[in-house]
């Protein structure tokens, strides 16, 4: 009795040890609840939504022009840019607008070259250990999956990209941290990355920080999940296709045994 004592003992303070520490780690508030035009990456009551292809567009954009200087998506080609809406001409142009180190040639030595539809999202940084020494020590986060990597999905990058803020009075900042009140502990190494008029959008969007974040959220959901309409439409079907058949097995079975009844 006395050892399942202590055992029970030993339990409680780990649990309570554990939950201070999430707690701790976890002590930012929730994210406001957004409205997603294709319901989010994990819905599964949006049968019928689909991405706002024009946002996620300009959200590639702000990708582009603002977040690519530091963060790969190392799982996307030139040429996926063709299912948001991009012509292949466009793509290539884009495409083409990167250098890429490729080789050896024939004389073993590595060249650059154009980037062409094929090609992987050029990576801003040779290798990990170059991301990290260019940014205090740890290198981004690749945004390829990054909507589902994260709890609260497209919120809280929304969240987190809008919530850069003044650190409130007595709470210290170390150097080369900046506030962000939805960040996990307040103290985040990125630096604000989005302000009014960071970028122009060739749709004549306006674009401030709220518009900038939705759009570059909804093309990392986009990155995150290419397939979604694609799959919501199957389980759409096979769920009408199973309440049928239900429906014939309900009719066989009473007609089978009619008389028993």
Not at 28 to 53: C, E, I, M, R
Request: aromatic share 10%; proline share 6%.
């Amino acid at each position: 009795m006395r050892r399942l004592r202590t055992l029970i003992a030993a339990g409680a303070m780990t649990i309570a040890g554990l939950t201070s520490t999430a707690l701790a780690a976890g002590d930012a508030p929730l994210p406001p609840a957004q409205t997603w035009a294709h319901g989010g990456v994990n819905s599964f009551l949006s049968f019928f939504k689909g991405y706002d292809y024009a946002s996620v567009q300009r959200g590639f954009q702000v990708y582009k022009e603002v977040c690519s200087a530091c963060h790969s998506m190392h799982l996307l080609s030139y040429r996926n840019l063709h299912d948001i809406g991009f012509t292949e001409a466009e793509v290539k142009a884009i495409a083409a607008a990167q250098e890429i180190n490729d080789g050896p040639n024939d004389q073993g030595e590595m060249f650059t070259r154009p980037g062409l539809p094929s090609d992987r999202f050029k990576n801003p940084f040779p290798n990990k250990q170059a991301a990290a020494a260019a940014n205090g020590g740890k290198a981004p986060p690749d945004l390829s999956l990054i909507v589902k990597a994260r709890a609260h999905h497209e919120d809280y990058i929304h969240a987190l990209l809008t919530g850069y803020t003044d650190a409130p009075a007595g709470f210290e900042l170390s150097p080369g941290a900046n506030y962000n009140k939805y960040f996990p502990g307040h103290a985040i190494a990125m630096a604000q990355p989005l302000y009014d008029s960071g970028v122009t959008y060739t749709d004549g969007t306006a674009a401030t920080i709220d518009q900038q974040a939705k759009d570059v959220t909804n093309f990392l959901a986009w990155a995150a999940e290419p397939k979604l309409e694609e799959r919501r439409r199957v389980g759409m079907m096979v769920i009408l296709f199973l309440v049928f058949f239900a429906g014939i097995m309900y009719a066989a079975k009473r007609r089978l045994w009619s008389e028993v009844h």
